[in-house]
């Protein structure tokens, strides 16, 4: 099995920074993309950044020169780092892994529990 947990979330002031952080472990081959992705009350999950296992990176229009993703391949971790924070980046924040279990095997999206960020204004 493989388990995807998130850590970092918080309550932060306006224009201040939280660091997100999740972690892949179980029985896992490799890794290709990671991401994260947001949920605020009332509006549908979107995604927030991607990041390849080769590095090249993707963000939504809103959060382009605030969050920075970045992972580490060989802790399976990814990393989400947010700046310049504003209450619309309020939302729970889950993060994923679409993971290969063997060499062979198809590639299997695993999700993480969800780690809650709140920016006041």
């Known amino acids: 099995q493989v388990q995807v947990v998130e850590s970092g979330g918080g309550l932060v002031q306006a224009g201040g920074s939280l660091r997100l952080s999740c972690a892949a472990s179980?029985?896992?081959?490799?890794?290709?993309?990671m991401g994260w992705y947001r949920q605020a009350p009332g509006k549908q999950r979107e995604l927030v950044a991607v990041?390849?296992?080769?590095?090249?990176?993707n963000y939504v229009d809103s959060v382009k020169g605030r969050f920075t993703i970045s992972r580490d391949n060989g802790k399976n971790t990814v990393y989400l780092q947010m700046n310049s924070l504003e209450p619309e980046d309020t939302a729970v924040y889950y993060c994923n892994a679409d993971v290969k279990l063997t060499a062979f095997s198809t590639i299997r999206r695993y999700w993480g529990q969800g780690t809650q960020v709140t920016v006041s204004s």
């Open positions: 179980g029985s896992i081959a490799s890794i290709n993309a």
């Open positions: 990041i390849a296992s080769g590095g090249s990176t």
